[in-house]
């Protein structure tokens, strides 16, 4: 079977589409490699629901150091919570499409069990 994780994101740069990449690779490696339309799709939404949740939490500690450590202009507390708040939310959302995506794909495999089937030659 083709490497479908591949041809994902290819409008993206580099840096980001390896990160993008890595993270549907061990989604595919975590819940099995056959996944359904519906599911792929998911999938696909779910790394970048991760990617926008990783940004929310860097953007939120950037603020936070900004504002206890920055010299000059530093954010305000409003700015503060609103940045804290939306990583929350999106944690909230990553975490939703995560169980979304256990519901789709079947439980997650035991690690054991993959790599020894991995080691056997099947997948």
């Known amino acids: 079977m083709p490497d479908r994780v591949g041809r994902l994101w290819r409008d993206l740069p580099e840096p980001e589409r390896h990160a993008l990449r890595g993270y549907m690779r061990a989604l595919v490696a975590r819940y099995g490699p056959v996944f359904d339309a519906v599911a792929w799709e998911h999938a696909k939404l779910t790394v970048e629901t991760w990617w926008a949740t990783r940004a929310a939490s860097s953007s939120a500690l950037h603020e ?60």
């Open 64 to 123: 936070i150091v900004s504002r206890a450590h920055g010299k000059g202009r530093r954010p305000g507390l409003p700015a503060v919570d609103r940045r804290m708040k939306r990583a929350g939310l999106q944690l909230g959302s990553y975490a939703d499409m995560v169980d979304r995506l256990e519901a789709l794909g079947g439980a997650k495999r035991d690690l054991a069990t993959a790599l020894r089937k991995h080691a056997e030659g099947g997948r």
